[in-house]
């Protein structure tokens, strides 16, 4: 059933972001860790809202952003290994979708402008308080850090931090800056 390999997958992505062997007991710990609570309704309100179970979804969504403080939209497409760190104040709007190994910190906003949503690629970490706004297309293998705020597309194997978001690595090698004198 895809609901639980989904949620088996975003385990396993969460002990790798915490450093632990992908053991019974590590998968076990990811599954009462910070996040997971978030993590686990998210999977069931999208299991619920795929398989014409709206009612059931819309109730899981209200008892995600009551319980968890987490506001993730019944429509987002999330890849599987989807990691959240810590919920409080995370929010992903409807029509946001992401590929494989999304892991995103507490504050994080993934948001419309214009009715267009951010398209993330896969390997994706995004840093608390980071904003990611409209029509935004970030690439894979892309960090973005804590309270960046994006509003343009970003190419694959980026580090970008700021207000606005700008390129301080590519595949982890320092970019001249072009404000420096």
Known sequence: MPMFSNLIADLRQKAVVYELPPT????????????????????????????????????????NALITNA???????????????????VVINTNVRAGRNLV???????????NKSPVLGDNVYIGAGAKIIGGVKVGSNVKIGANAVVTKDIPDGATVVGIPARIVRMYGVPVADVDAP
């Open 24 to 63: 019974k007991a590590s998968l076990f710990r990811m599954l009462v860790n910070d996040g997971s609570a978030a993590q686990i309704m998210f999977r069931m309100m999208r299991f619920c809202q795929t398989h014409h179970l709206k009612i059931f979804a819309a109730v899981i969504y209200r008892l």
């Open 71 to 89: 506001t993730l939209g019944r429509n987002a497409d999330i890849a599987p290994g989807f990691v959240i760190l810590h919920s409080i104040g």
């Open 104 to 114: 995103i910190y507490h504050g994080v906003t993934l948001g419309a402008e214009r």
